[in-house]
């Protein structure tokens, strides 16, 4: 049975039921590596000068918004450039489950399709049951709401992605789409994680990212592509050295494209690049790939293979800062560029791949 929630409770943050030490996202301090508080912006004024900050920032957008989302679409048609600019800019934490869906174009799903979840989830059975259950327990081990075996976070998981395989049963369920859902979990109820992740897969506002999980991962395999291309291109002395120690983006990339960089970056920095890929869609993953691998590319270039191969699964603490980082990838332009390696792909394929 799908969890009910209110209005309020849709626009809360990360859901936090423990009385272990956890950090103010839910993770468990001494477990969560990367831990938020490493990455936090550096506060050179007063407790009281940002909390002034963020308390005239959180009316803004409430402004925006409207009770329940009721003035969003009005606004966004009068004033996309505020728009765009408050998103890079971070959504609160307190509206960001809400915004999530009303960007999304989830909202009007689930709006469209009453009763259709709790369907699937008490009524239909999957053949990727099984599969579920034994990856459940390896997505964000270390949050306090997915940790308990069978509680509610794992139940509410289980839940989403067995809906999920049967609504889509040519993708079914694949490993990377456990760290989606999760990620929803933590904002919003079960239902409306499972309509957003609907409306990610089928492409209600941006193209639809389903190829990523079907048989062979073919839209992986295209944007993989499109970034070893704009390596080369972008940052030609990195591109020159990957090609010299045979290094390709498959042996680092992947993971960044499946998960849209919830599997293994700080969940601060993961939070602010979903803001944008919700709202932009899955340019800024290219343009967060190219800032990272910029950003770090004196120190990339004089490593060997082994080395460079974890250097780029481990990067240092300074390039994760959301602070540092984002600004740099805002910088990079790529919309053009990858229309046209999209296009050269489908040549060099002969066929084009199905989103």
Known sequence: MSRKRTENDSVSGPVVTSHVPVDRFGFLKQEHGNSPERFSKTRTTSSTDHDNREERK???????IGVGGSDWKHYVRRKPNIVKRRIRKG??????????QLISGSRDLLLMNPGVYEQLVIYETSASELDIIRDISRTFP????????HGPGQRSLYNVLKAYSVYDRDVGYVQGMGFIAGLLLLYMSEEDAFWLLVALLK????AP????YHAGLPLVQQYLFQLESLVKELIPKLGEHFTEEMINPSMYASQWFITVFSYSFPFPLALRIWDVFLSEGVKIVFKVGLALLKYCQDELVKLPFEKLIHALKQFPEDAMNPDTLLPLAYSI???KRLEELKLDYEKTNAKPVQP
């Open 142 to 149: 270390s949050h306090v709401f997915f940790q308990k075996r």
């Open 209 to 212: 990212m389903e190829g990523l």
């Open 333 to 335: 332009k790529v919309s």
């Open 203 to 206: 492409g209600a506002v941006h």
């Open 91 to 100: 959504i609160p934490d307190c509206l960001r489950g809400l915004v999530w």
């Open 58 to 64: 959180l009316r803004k957008w409430r402004k925006m």
